[in-house]
């Protein structure tokens, strides 16, 4: 991003005193009765567009069974459902924010409403998974337009003053937005149907348009950029969809099987032609350089592995109340609300001890909180109450409230003002593809716990003997918790495969938690080298129009 100034810092005869400066297109008394630019309207606006982003990462959660139901969908193509919109998110978010940068974060935040609505509505209007999976990455992509631009239209809007509580309530923004998914999503997919999900963002996103047309001022940096890391864009993409497609397969095709190898090897040499070329290319998608800072480096990482352990155990969490439990879609969500509850009510304590302690504690707190979580987590079972259930869940929302908030003064406070831009969406790519990776790695190890102790577990029931192909059919109703009883089958057979079911993905369920609680672990001591960003303080009065 290239850096700004202050409109007000200017030589005598009123030429800007630094070329990169950001000229707002402004109208006559702030237009509309005052409002157009308003700094705490223009956070309401952005913030309505944000929630639409944030809220489908986990919405999409609690709708899982039930669109694997309605359209016969596959254990993997449930998983695609999540990886798709993650995947284009992420690999994206970076690109997106130099469009904005060159063309204008007004028309970049419009335009990405306008298109993640109609993505939603073509979702809700699918009738196979195929075009589900497609319209969710046209909604990741369109999504992409919208978080850069948000942080970028606050930036130009807010004084330096100011500017620190506006990220704050952004950040809480999609904190909330996140952990309120599940609910809103239950309520939904119980009381109208799985569409719903979905078509929900049609009158929020048009909602979203009409304040961003009314209130949003454009920012345009002069010194903008003129060109665009295509090649960077293709080896990034397609390295992170080798490794997340082998991740998805390893348990069908066997980890020692040739393709599997094939697709982890490719996801390496395209890390690697990346790398290389990020060093030749004159606008590189992320400049390599960034990673200077140990600080800055040590916020990407913890940002990825802390959305590996919450992105990827919420994941196994909606199947397990929902498919052993035998809860409602509503009951799933509001089981969840003590998740909620604690990262709505964490986030502005976060804020207010890592403004005054600095990040470091805080987020080495935060992830100790999240490890003991998922392991209380990993000792759940089929008769566990709720209760117990609410003390992890209450537990993870408090571990995980200060890395929302403190991740924005770690990475994008540590960066050049001048690459603040592109320290933001790195933010953001690094917690999209750490959701992206955590569903596939823990999916794979929900996968391969079910093959192994299936068969064993079948056998000890003494029940009839299943065929290779029935083995296979049996497993992938397992690993979403379900129970594969056909109709008619007597009373005490159908108790029995119940039981086989559920403790079988409970056992999985179980070992993918301890690994999320393995990774929470590990950031731990990844956070103790984060600090409070020495750019800080320049980023925020650059923004300043």
Not at 196 to 214: K, R
Not at 216 to 223: E, F, G, I, S
Not at 437 to 445: F, S
Request: aromatic share 8%; with cysteine.
């Amino acid at each position: 991003m290239t850096s700004q100034t202050t409109v007000d810092a200017t030589e005598p005869g009123g030429k800007a005193a630094n070329p990169s400066a950001t000229e707002p297109d402004r109208a006559p008394d702030r237009g509309l009765r005052g409002l157009r630019g308003h700094p705490w309207f223009t956070l309401i606006t952005v913030a309505v567009g944000v929630m639409m982003v944030a809220l489908d990462g986990t919405i999409v959660a609690i709708a899982n069974p039930a669109i694997a139901k309605d359209l016969g969908a596959s254990f993997a193509d449930v998983q695609w459902i999540t990886n798709a919109y993650f995947l284009a998110l992420a690999v994206t978010l970076i690109t997106a924010g130099k469009l904005g940068d060159r063309f204008g974060h007004r028309q970049t935040f419009l335009i990405g409403v306008v298109g993640f609505g109609a993505a939603s509505g073509a979702i809700g209007l699918s009738n196979s998974i195929s075009l589900v999976i497609t319209f969710r990455v046209f909604q990741g992509l369109f999504g992409a337009l919208l978080m850069p631009a948000a942080l970028g239209l606050l930036r130009a809007t807010f004084p330096a003053e100011k500017l620190n509580m506006a990220i704050g309530i952004w950040g809480m923004v999609i904190g909330a937005s996140t952990a309120g998914g599940p609910i809103l999503g239950g309520l939904l997919v119980q009381h109208v149907s799985w569409q719903s999900v979905f078509f929900i963002n049609v009158p929020v996103g048009a909602l979203a348009l009409v304040l961003g047309a009314l209130i949003l001022t454009d920012h345009r940096a002069q010194n903008a950029p003129r060109s665009f890391d295509l090649l960077g864009i293709v080896l990034l993409s397609g390295a992170m969809f080798c490794l997340v497609w082998a991740l998805i397969k390893a348990p069908a095709w066997g980890w020692g099987d040739g393709k599997t190898w094939l697709f982890i090897g490719a996801s390496v040499l395209g890390f690697v032609l990346f790398s290389v070329w990020e060093t030749r290319v004159k606008e590189p998608l992320i400049p390599l350089g960034l990673f200077r800072s140990v600080p800055l480096s040590a916020g990407v990482v913890l940002m990825v592995l802390m959305a590996i352990a919450f992105m990827g155990g919420l994941f196994f969490v909606t199947f397990y109340l929902q498919n052993v439990h035998g809860m409602s879609p509503v009951d799933a969500g509001l089981h969840l609300l003590p998740l909620t509850g604690m990262m709505i009510v964490g986030s502005p304590l976060a804020g207010a001890v890592i403004t005054k302690a600095g990040p470091r504690i805080p987020l080495a707190g935060g992830m100790v909180l999240t490890a003991v979580a998922m392991f209380g987590m990993s000792k759940l079972e089929a008769g566990t109450g709720s209760a117990v259930m609410s003390i992890w869940f209450a537990l993870l929302g408090l571990g995980l409230a200060p890395v929302m908030v403190g991740a924005t003064e770690v990475i994008v406070g540590n960066a050049p003002m001048e690459l603040s831009g592109v320290a933001g969406g790195l933010q953001q790519a690094a917690m999209q593809i750490g959701g992206s990776l955590g569903t596939a790695v823990l999916g794979a190890v929900m996968a391969s716990r079910v093959d192994h102790d299936l068969p064993g577990n079948w056998a000890a029931a003494k029940l009839p003997p299943l065929t290779s192909t029935q083995l296979d059919q049996v497993s992938g109703a397992v690993q979403q918790g379900v129970a594969p009883v056909a109709k008619g089958t007597p009373a005490l057979i159908a108790e029995k495969i119940a039981g086989v079911a559920h403790d079988t993905f409970i056992s999985g369920m179980s070992l993918a938690c301890l690994v999320a609680a393995g990774v929470a672990a590990v950031a731990v001591l990844v956070a103790l080298f984060t600090k409070r960003g020495v750019n800080a303080e320049a980023g925020a009065g650059a923004a300043h129009i």
